[in-house]
């Protein structure tokens, strides 16, 4: 579900805001979990169990890593919650490739794994390894509860394009979920201007890089190809820029 499109500004977004005003202070992390898990089975939804079971042995492994400093037993926990992370986002990023290469090497006829990559795998494994490294470094105190843990690391607006958000620099809100009309207005001002940059630019810049770069190579002039260039290396920055305002 991409945040400029009709599903996601007329349906999700107005849903998730009401149901989390709604909800008693207790409960909102609660409720964007629950949304946040929706939005992700909107696409891939035979992921979401994988994505709860990563966020599961991050837990408890953070868990037992806080209990455990300054011995061996902290520093095999975080050796084997990486393990786990990291070969968890190389068998589904990385299989296909290595099964490829191994049977040309060979030339051995072998069927193709097929292997899909699960959405936002990499944002959510490398933000869950961040915060497994910071519990370790004793640079924070462990999340006790898990839904809180568990909305952070599946939090929606940055799921799928990032940005990848440190937990000591959200766990105070995380903890405590309150807002101000200042802090509603800024974020709605700071999502349109995202949106804006996703819609107005990067996509009519996509149009453009097409035009010039989906041709006959042959064909096009240096003029041409400077012209798709740049447009194309404008329309990565404007997407990229407008998901991260908007997250």
Do not use: C
């Not at 193709?112 to 924070?140: C, E, K, M």
């Not at 190579?217 to 998901?243: H, V």
Request: glycine fraction near 8%; avoid cysteine.
């Amino acid at each position: 579900m991409l945040f400029s499109s009709a599903a996601f500004l007329y349906s999700f977004l107005p849903l998730t805001i009401a149901v989390y005003f709604l909800m008693p202070r207790r409960l909102k992390n609660a409720a964007l979990l629950l949304m946040s898990l929706i939005f992700y089975a909107w696409g891939e939804p035979r992921y979401v169990v994988l994505m709860v079971l990563s966020i599961t042995q991050g837990y408890i492994f953070a868990r037992l890593i806080g209990k455990s400093r300054g011995t061996k037993r902290a520093k095999a926990y975080l050796i084997i919650s990486l393990v786990l992370s990291l070969g968890m986002l190389g068998v589904f990023k990385y299989a296909n490739f290595f099964a490829e290469s191994f049977a040309a090497v060979f030339g051995l006829k072998i069927a193709a794994l097929n292997i899909a990559l699960p959405i936002g795998i990499s944002f959510y494994t490398f933000q869950l390894i961040s915060y497994v490294i910071d519990v370790y470094r004793a640079d924070v105190e462990p999340q006790r509860d898990y839904v809180a843990f568990a909305a952070y690391i599946s939090m929606f607006p940055q799921l799928i394009a990032g940005p990848i958000v440190r937990y000591s620099t959200i766990s105070a809100e995380i903890n405590r979920r309150s807002i101000s009309m200042h802090d509603l207005a800024e974020g709605s001002f700071r999502f349109l201007v995202g949106l804006g940059k996703k819609v107005i630019l990067a996509n009519q810049l996509g149009e453009l890089s097409a035009a010039f770069l989906d041709g006959d190579f042959a064909s096009l002039s240096t003029g041409g190809a400077w012209i798709g260039i740049l447009a194309y290396t404008m329309q990565i920055y404007f997407d990229f820029s407008g998901y991260s305002d908007m997250a």
